[in-house]
């Protein structure tokens, strides 16, 4: 089970912190990756990290200003985002994935809920 938080609403420039608490799972055995979807658009990769954390991956929209990390011995991924501009409002998931394909949402086992980002101008 997957669970994340932290999510909500800040102007432009602001920031968030994304959180990702899993359960049930052997959290070392999975590389772990932050989805977003806006309304009306697909479900599209943000970051994901390797499962020895060594290998970062970001999409080019938010490289520079978001940061993943995971912390295995709270079984918990994170997402810092800064920066932030309307574009990145959406409702943001975390999955998780044993494939080498990171950035493909159709190789991920399981996700959250979702949390909602809300970026205003």
């Known amino acids: 089970q997957l669970v994340e938080s932290g999510g909500g609403s800040v102007q432009t420039g602001g920031t968030l912190r994304l959180s990702c608490a899993a359960s049930?799972?052997?959290?070392?055995?999975?590389?772990l990756g932050w989805f977003r979807q806006s309304p009306g658009k697909e479900r599209e990769f943000v970051a994901a990290?390797?499962?020895?954390?060594?290998?970062?991956k970001y999409s080019d929209s938010v490289k520079g200003r978001f940061t993943i990390s995971r912390d295995d011995a709270k079984k918990t991924v994170y997402l810092q985002m800064n920066s932030l501009k309307p574009e990145d409002t959406g409702v943001y998931y975390c999955g998780t994935t044993q494939a080498h394909g990171m950035r493909l949402s159709s190789l991920y086992d399981d996700w959250g809920q979702g949390t909602l980002v809300t970026v205003s101008s």
């Open positions: 049930g799972l052997i959290f070392s055995d999975y590389a």
């Open positions: 990290v390797s499962r020895n954390g060594v290998i970062l």
